[in-house]
């Protein structure tokens, strides 16, 4: 397999997309660390192969240096970085303190920032990647996550400074998502007819699944991607349809 003998590292990994990269991950033959603050209620796995877990905290700088380092001395090298933990519940600036914003923004892209610095050793040693999971929150309005969309929008621009900085030993990316199926999108969509219904606003018909994400993280941190850094490469299966047409439809039917 393509990755074998690689060692990854995927924040956030435990459920949700972050699982789905750690199985595509495994499929490919890397070794998978995955680590949050709560440990997987069952352990994330593929065809026989499992990630290991570690309980750290991102937005603590020594828990995340000294993370890395029992990393790289478990495993002897760290070849790429997924920072996909992160996310936000439903706030509208004017419905919540300043802080509770400052900490969305801290999570989705501070934290990002100090897990990169505090791999870039190793990273640079091993002359591997960084993906960053990004959101097209961060390309257009996010009216309700405004400081979530804001920090997607800062941690692409940081990925980009970042490939600048560390070139040519380290190579670092971005996926930028659009609306995935996970086991809480009922929280969002309802059942599943309403899963589907919000699938058919879609281009290609159906929300991401998380095997979708891990399929271009894998891709991005292999050596098919060699000459693929500063990038962000959109999975948004086609994107938004222009509100424009349907609103031109609506006034030829009138």
């Not at 990755?3 to 499929?27: C, D, E, Q, Y």
């Not at 400052?102 to 791999?119: F, G, K, Q, Y």
Request: net charge neutral; hydrophobic share 45%.
């Amino acid at each position: 397999m393509e990755l074998n003998g690689r060692v990854v590292v995927v924040t956030g990994g435990t459920r949700g997309v972050g699982a789905g990269i750690a199985r595509s991950f495994l499929a490919a033959g890397a070794e998978v660390v995955v680590c949050a603050r709560r440990p997987p209620e069952e352990p994330v796995a593929v065809e026989g192969r499992s990630a290991s877990f570690t309980a750290v905290d991102l937005r603590n700088p020594a828990a995340v240096q000294d993370f890395f380092g029992a990393v790289a001395r478990r495993h002897g090298r760290l070849d790429c970085l997924v920072n996909n933990a992160g996310g936000t519940p439903y706030r509208l600036l004017g419905e919540g303190e300043a802080e509770r914003h400052a900490r969305v923004v801290e999570l989705n892209l501070i934290a990002p920032m100090t897990a990169s610095v505090a791999a870039y050793p190793w990273l640079r040693e091993s002359r591997g990647s960084i993906v960053m999971i990004g959101s097209v929150s961060g390309t257009r309005p996010s009216p309700g996550t405004a400081a979530y969309g804001a920090a997607k929008a800062g941690l692409e621009n940081l990925a980009r400074s970042m490939a600048v900085e560390w070139a040519p030993e380290v190579r670092v990316n971005s996926l930028v998502l659009g609306m995935v199926r996970t086991e809480l999108s009922h929280l969002h969509y309802g059942d599943e007819s309403g899963i589907a219904a919000v699938g058919a606003t879609v281009p290609l018909g159906r929300l991401a699944e998380p095997s979708d994400v891990g399929e271009a993280a894998v891709f991005l941190a292999s050596g098919r991607a060699g000459y693929v850094s500063g990038a962000s490469l959109l999975v948004h299966g086609g994107g938004e349809r222009p509100a424009f047409l349907d609103a031109a439809t609506a006034n030829k039917e009138s």
